[in-house]
Each structure stands twice: as C-alpha cells, then as structure tokens.
T-cell receptor, first 114, second 116 residues
C-alpha cells in the first residue's frame, strides 16, 4: 500500500534552534517528493520538489534531503524563527500516467517559542 | 502575483442544505484539484480535472458530492444534501502537468465549511 509517514507528529523548539523533520515513504513507482508548509488557516505552500536524482535541495533556511534507496527524506530548518511555526507536510508523487497521483503525509506540527 | 482564489472563505449551513464552493485556478494551469482537510484525516484528494475534464473523482462520496469545471476560470464543488460529517476545510489547488510530471502545485486559501 502506498504510504507516507512523518515523524514526529509535533515538535516544540526554541527560537534560533535547528530542527529536523522526517518522512518515510513506500510509494511505487516514485516520481518526486515535495515538502509543503501550511500556516494555520491557510493553504499549503510548496517549499521544495525533489526528483529521484536529487539528494539535497535548499530554500532559504529550509534544506530537504532525499535518500531514494532507503525511501527517506528529511527537512532541516536552520536558525528557526517564530514564523516557522506551522504544519510541514511531506508529499510523494507517484509516477502514474496522469502525473498527478500525490500521496500525502499527515504532517508534523512545529511550534517555535521565544 | 498569480494565485488560486476560493469563495466563500467560510460557510455555516444547516444539515440538508446545498453548499457550493468555487475556485478560480491560476491562468495557464491545466490541472485543478479539490481536497478536503480535517484534523483526523489530514489532506484527502476528492477530485481533479485535466484541461477541464474530470480525471478522477474516486475520493468523493458520489451520492452527495459533485465537481465540475464549466470553464477554464471556474471550478465548483457542490454538496447536496450536506451533513455534519462534511464539516472540514476544502482546498482547491492548480498546477501544470507536462508529459507525466506535475510541476508546482498552488493551493487556494480554503473554504471552511461547518454543517450544523
């Protein structure tokens, strides 16, 4: 069964600290992996998209890694800010004919406190 | 700054009433998605369209939900009759599929539906 699992479910860190969110997936065939940030009361916003051949991708203080062999991805946030408080959703795109089969994780809720 | 728009942003209705949610996708995107998000289930795909044609609506309760795209600038999601278990946030998203690859997916702000 195609699944995307994220850990931890929730996380609280102090402003300025780093953190790493995990995503494990069992999706075949694999097309790409996405990380989204969803602020409370808003729609998800794309942070990164990584294909099979990409190991690392950065977007400002966000760095995503992908290990296609172990089917794991991580999202590292450096020097966290209060505005990083949000839900982070890992999404794996299945390589179907339509190119649109997206398998969503349930997200990690990050709280950054001062 | 192109963005997906959704109306209404909030809707409170009584059980049994019809609810219509509207979405304007980003111009030039050929694929439009409807999602539902609840605390328990996270984001669930309800239906999606390619070039205005419905490709998959297997995520929708067929007896009460319907999705249409009457033109390239408007997608609608209708619930009739609505039930309390339909209470959720409904998101529309659009993106461009080239070949078999979906590029960036852009979400609207969502419609928060409460059915009493």
């Amino acid at each position: 069964k195609n699944q995307v699992e994220q850990s931890p479910q929730s996380l609280i860190i102090l402003e300025g600290k780093n953190c790493t969110l995990q995503c494990n997936y069992t999706v075949n065939p694999f097309s790409n992996l996405r990380w989204y940030k969803q602020d409370t009361g808003r729609g998800p916003v794309s942070l990164t998209i990584m294909t099979f051949s990409e190991n690392t991708k950065s977007n400002g203080r966000y760095t995503a890694t992908l290990d296609a062999d172990t089917k794991q991805s991580s999202l590292h946030i450096t020097a966290s800010q209060l505005s990083d408080s949000a839900s982070y959703i890992c999404v794996v795109s299945q390589g179907d004919q339509a190119g649109t089969a997206l398998i969503f994780g349930k997200g990690t809720t990050l709280s950054v406190s001062s | 700054d192109a963005r997906v728009t959704q109306t209404p942003r909030h809707k409170v209705t009584e059980m049994g009433q019809e609810v219509t949610m509207r979405c304007q996708p980003i111009l030039g995107h050929n694929t439009v998605f409807w999602y539902r998000q609840t605390m328990m289930q996270g984001l669930e795909l309800l239906a999606y369209f390619r070039n205005r044609a419905p490709l998959d609506d297997s995520g929708m309760p067929k007896d009460r939900f319907s999705a249409e795209m009457p033109d390239a600038t408007l997608a609608t999601l209708k619930i009739q009759p609505s039930e309390p278990r339909d209470s959720a946030v409904y998101f529309c998203a659009s993106g461009l599929v080239l070949g078999r690859a979906l590029g960036e997916q852009y979400f609207g702000p969502g419609t928060r539906l409460t059915v009493t």
